[in-house]
């Protein structure tokens, strides 16, 4: 199960290194989401500072959104999801190996994005830890959830508004605990980081990761 | 489903007679369930009724809330459908449709059923709560952990179906379904603690206390309870129905396919290279 996630998360990663997808058209997407929230708050500082960590968290979900669906579109042409089929990878390796591609372009995205928090919004970082946690474990989940939900939308001639549709609001917790997690370590809400909004954010990712690997094989016979 | 065979040159005739031709074979529903079905709905009907009864005239107006106590009777008990039973009869049944031993075409259709109807509830639910909330809080909404969840409830539930109406063979689209609203039903759970958290970490207790006062008048309590008696034999009716929708709806898909193929197999066992070559010219 190791070997194949490795195995397809080093294939998905090598496309997205060779076409620059994500990093050249979903990035700046997840920049502008920053420019537009700041134009819909006003140029208030004492606002965007205080929106900061919400409209973070809401660009990493539209990001995720167009990486899943990236995720899916590079193998939808050439049969590649039949290969794997027949190349008989475990689906369990399957969807680890897609969600960590998946998780570590998200990575990538949420570095740029946290810089343009601190510089756009204004954000001061008080404490490092809760925030780097928080960010790590509301991307698994995120990535978890987005892989399984765009294996389900993959050969659907409507997969490209069901998918948002599904996934969206299966993944309202993370927004609410990231964005209350990042509220706390930018010193910006009441209440600490940790408990219970990072305790969140992990059993959401251990529960879609769960869930990922014991139906990803069936979704996969599905289609 | 309904291509042509290969060999076909000339284009199929319309299939009218499929449609006129009576409906050969109607799966029948066996004659104790059609008992049940009826008698289900004769005890909804009579208990909603006295619920109606009892709720608007024998019960008696609440002391700080007036007449408007009355919604008493029926938003908690649809509440209850809605995110419970309704729900917690889809997921379990998208359960043991996956499961392989217990995997048959009925938990499918109970699921969409209770979906569907739950969908119904859940409108109901918030639409009887917003109706509730004006008077009583000023304001329709209110972001309550309750009222958000269940929002996002009725959002994953209008999901669901959107999904059912994407065309698949029928065990794909179980399948898919099943996945979604067992990931759903995994959610629900984390959805309702997050937003909990969220209000109550800013906002001291929640606004819905006035629900259920621990004094409870003796007659307000009895008629409560056949409130959520009525409401929930409504749903079981509702289920048989649409249960029975989702069967004769299978079984009208099935004769269309059925007749476009006999059709088509008759054509092709009536076209022989004369009449091809006099009907051309």
Redesign the interface.
């Known amino acids: 199960m190791w070997r194949d996630s490795a195995l397809v998360a080093g294939k998905d990663l090598r496309i997205e290194l060779r076409s620059r997808v994500v990093l050249h058209q979903v990035a700046p997407v997840a920049v502008l989401v920053l420019l537009l929230f700041a134009f819909a708050l006003g140029p208030d500082r004492a606002t965007t500072v205080r929106a900061a960590a919400g409209v973070f968290w809401v660009a990493v979900l539209f990001a995720t959104v167009l990486a899943v669906q990236r995720s899916f579109a590079v193998e939808a042409s050439e049969g590649t999801r039949d290969g794997l089929r027949l190349a008989g990878l475990d689906p369990a390796g399957v969807f680890l190996g897609k969600a960590a591609a998946i998780a570590a372009e998200l990575v990538v995205l949420e570095v740029l994005l946290a810089v343009g928090v601190v510089w756009l919004y204004g954000a001061h970082v008080r404490s490092v830890g809760p925030l780097v946690v928080a960010g790590a474990a509301g991307t698994v989940g995120l990535a978890a959830?987005g892989t399984?939900?765009g294996a389900?939308a993959a050969g659907?001639?409507?997969r490209e508004t069901?998918l948002p549709?599904?996934l969206l609001?299966?993944v309202?917790?993370v927004v609410?605990?990231g964005t209350?997690a990042w509220q706390a370590a930018l010193g910006t809400g009441?209440?600490g980081a940790w408990d219970?909004?990072v305790v969140?954010l992990i059993?959401?990712a251990a529960?879609?990761l769960s869930?990922g690997v014991l139906?990803f094989g069936?979704?996969q016979?599905?289609? | 489903m309904t291509t042509a065979p290969p060999r076909l040159t000339e284009p199929p005739s319309p299939p009218q007679r499929a449609r006129s031709e009576p409906a050969a074979g109607v799966p029948g529903r066996g004659r104790r369930t059609t008992w049940i079905v009826r008698a289900l709905g004769t005890a909804a009907v009579v208990t909603t009724a006295a619920t109606v009864w009892l709720g608007l005239w024998v019960t008696p107006p609440d002391q700080t809330q007036g007449d408007l106590v009355r919604l008493v009777y029926l938003h908690p008990p649809i509440a209850w459908v809605a995110l419970y039973l309704a729900f917690g009869t889809a997921a379990v049944s998208s359960l043991l449709w996956l499961w392989p031993r217990t995997r048959s075409p009925f938990w499918d259709r109970v699921a969409v059923a209770s979906v569907e109807v739950g969908t119904v509830y859940t409108v109901l639910t918030l639409v009887t709560g917003s109706v509730w909330g004006r008077p009583t809080w000023g304001v329709w909404w209110v972001w309550d952990a309750r009222l958000t969840s269940t929002a996002l409830l009725l959002v994953m539930l209008l999901g669901y179906m959107a999904l059912r109406r994407v065309p698949a063979d029928p065990d794909t689209r179980a399948r898919r379904c099943a996945v979604v609203a067992l990931v759903a039903a995994a959610d629900v759970p984390i959805v309702h603690f997050s937003v909990n958290w969220w209000r109550t970490l800013h906002q001291s207790a929640s606004v819905l206390n006035a629900d259920l006062s621990p004094t409870i008048h003796g007659a307000m309590a009895w008629t409560l309870l056949l409130g959520f008696g009525a409401v929930t034999l409504l749903f079981a009716w509702m289920l048989a129905i649409r249960y029975r929708i989702e069967v004769l709806s299978e079984h009208v898909r099935q004769g269309e396919i059925d007749a476009a193929l006999s059709e088509r197999r008759a054509e092709g066992e009536a076209v022989d290279p004369d009449r091809d070559r006099g009907r051309s010219s």
Request: charged share 10%; proline share 9%.
């Open positions: 959830a399984l939900y389900l659907l001639r409507v069901l549709f599904l609001p299966v309202a917790p609410v605990a209350r009441a209440g219970p909004w969140l059993v959401f529960v879609y869930i139906l069936q979704l016979e599905s289609s």
